[in-house]
């Protein structure tokens, strides 16, 4: 079962990051498309009340709503984004809300990865993730913690322009109205 489009040069790996990750089977090249996300669009109140039917892997796509996993058969089912994981040097970025997208050329056999930094942030002045997140990238440029403030890092601003979810850039136009 795909919820989710996946482009058909990618396929279900083992990864060295965490799990299974998403891999290039073949090139693939800057700004192809990745993936298009599907889910179940929950509010910030189900995420945050821990509602059992929801799953607490998800990711922020306006102020007070969420994508996550639906559950089938008593089971969260998973699939693109949901597989991809986080690396401090990604190669994907977010076209809009729900795309994915090559942020350079990527060879065959290269994990996908994004930074969750480009879709995760906290709500409401509410912390969804209650601690950071330990990083297990292996990337020179791993910040070791992942936080859901990650977005205001200026550096991660500056090398992310333009690859920011269509929220996540909304919040960082008005922190920058705001200064």
Not at 125 to 152: A, H, V
Request: charge should be positive.
């Amino acid at each position: 079962m795909h919820l989710s489009w996946l482009n058909p040069k990618v396929k279900v790996d083992k990864s060295n990051i965490n799990g299974a990750g998403l891999f290039a089977y073949k090139k693939i090249k800057r700004n192809e498309v990745i993936l298009v996300q599907a889910g179940k669009v929950c509010s910030v109140s189900e995420i945050y009340h821990k509602n059992p039917q929801i799953s607490d892997i998800c990711f922020l796509i306006d102020k007070n709503f969420f994508i996550c996993p639906i559950k089938v058969k008593g089971k969260f089912y998973k699939d693109g984004a949901f597989l991809m994981n986080h690396s401090c040097d990604p190669n994907c970025g977010l076209r809009g809300q729900i795309i994915f997208i090559a942020i350079r050329d990527i060879c065959a056999n290269e994990e996908l990865t994004y930074d969750y930094a480009m879709t995760d942030s906290c709500t409401d002045d509410r912390e969804i993730f209650t601690k950071p997140m330990q990083c297990s990238c292996g990337s020179k440029k791993c910040r070791k913690d992942i936080s859901d403030n990650d977005w205001k890092n200026p550096v991660l601003k500056k090398g992310y322009h333009g690859y920011f979810s269509s929220y996540i850039k909304s919040m960082i136009s008005e922190k920058f109205r705001d200064k």
